[in-house]
Structure formats: C-alpha cells, structure tokens
C-alpha cells in the first residue's frame, strides 16, 4: 500500500503562495494523486487530481516528479476562506486486490491577515 | 443539484448494540465509497461499491463491518456488537464512474458515531 506523509500544519498570510508536499515513496505504477481540502463538520471536497508532471486547474496547481515519489499542491494568493485541512490521496485502482485508497494525516494550513 | 447525504448526522450508542448508517449518493454515480475518519487523522478507506456489488472490501476492519448497496443507490453500513473504538465520523463518497481516475470523488457530510 502506498504510505503517504505530510507536514502535520503550516501557517502562511492572506495573498501568499502556500506549497504542501506529500510524499508517498512505494506509489504503484496505476496509483493517481488527488487533492483534497475539508473544512470543519465537512466531507473533503476535492481540489487537483494528477498522474505526473504538471496539472493546473482554476484553484491549485499540482506539481509530480518524473518519479513520482512526492507530490506538491500549490495554492496561489490564499485567502482566509482557504483555512483548512488539506490531505493527499494516493490510488485509484479500484477492484484491484489489496489497492486501498490510502489519504495522508492531513495538512492544516493557517491563513492569518 | 442535490449532493451526497448521510443520514442520521449524529447516532449516539451504548457498546454491544447494533447501528446502520445511510449514504444516498448523487443520482447516477454508480461508484460509492465508504471511509472512517477518527479525530485529527485523514479517512481511512472501508469499502467499494460498482453498482450494486462490493468491488474492494479489504478496508473493513473487521467481521462486525458490513455494506450493502442492494440496489446500486442507496448503500447502508451496519456495525454489529459495536465497541468504544469504533467511534468516529463515518463519510460516504460517490463518483459517476468506476475509478477515481478523472472521476471527482463528492463527499457527504458524513455521519458521526459515539459509542458510550
């Protein structure tokens, strides 16, 4: 099963750049990466989905090494709204025996004025 | 559109007892996920469901777990002989197809189980 680690929180201003790395060293070679982000009482809501390289959507960037180890969410200009946890998910080869999908401990992102 | 919900929000239950807990996904997502998320920790995967059969259920912790999803909708996850452990939120997901590969996965807002 890919284990994944990520720093436990970080704190950042309103308007910076926040970059979260995960690091999931024993990723399969079908395994995905998502994204997720989960407010208080709230289910994750999703944020990025990648399999390498560089994938941009309107929110967050996601940033994979050619080999794929590691992963980095950047989120660009964040506002206090962006306070959250932020987890990082690795697999997606559902069906596939023993395949569980398997999220980090999360990230806690502070946003202060 | 409606999205994923989870009935009830709250159950509150003695140890030994039995509990069921509800996920009515989106209307035609055939894909259904269950996770458990103790306090200050990321959710762990349960369960599988592509249309009405278990695909994975290698996440279950043990034989008391049990999901079913009779008719590729609704699903319902039953605790038997529940323990003070087993206290935690309970989240359902669903996504339209049947891998999380360019599939969103949508969380519901999860249900959250004490065992007194």
């Known amino acids: 099963l890919a284990k994944t680690t990520q720093p436990i929180s970080m704190d950042s201003y309103e308007g910076q750049e926040v970059n979260i790395t995960c690091s999931h060293n024993n990723i399969a070679t079908n395994d995905y990466i998502t994204w997720y982000q989960q407010f208080p009482s709230q289910g994750p809501r999703f944020i990025i989905q990648g399999y390498k390289t560089k994938v941009t959507n309107e929110v967050a960037s996601l940033f994979i090494p050619a080999d794929r180890k590691s992963s980095t969410l950047s989120l660009p200009r964040v506002s206090l709204s962006d306070t959250a946890v932020y987890y990082c998910?690795?697999?997606?080869?559902?069906?596939?025996?023993?395949?569980?999908?398997?999220f980090g401990g999360g990230t806690r992102v502070l946003v202060k004025p | 559109g409606a999205g994923v919900s989870q009935t009830p929000s709250n159950k509150v239950t003695e140890k030994g007892k039995y509990v069921e807990l509800r996920c009515d996904p989106i209307s035609g997502h055939t894909a259904l996920y269950w996770y458990r998320q103790s306090l200050g920790q990321g959710p762990e995967f349960l369960i599988y469901?592509?249309?009405?059969?278990?695909?994975?259920d290698s996440g279950l912790p043990n034989d008391r777990f049990f999901a079913v999803r009779p008719e590729g909708s609704v699903s319902t996850l039953k605790i038997q002989r529940t323990e003070r452990g087993d206290s935690a939120v309970y989240l359902c997901?669903?996504?339209?197809?049947?891998?999380?590969?360019?599939?969103?996965?949508?969380f519901g807002p999860g249900t959250r189980l004490t065992v007194l």
């Open positions: 998910l690795v697999g997606g080869n559902q069906g596939a025996a023993g395949n569980k999908l398997t």
């Open positions: 469901f592509q249309g009405t059969g278990a695909a994975d």
């Open positions: 997901a669903s996504s339209l197809g049947p891998s999380i590969m360019g599939n969103e996965q949508f």
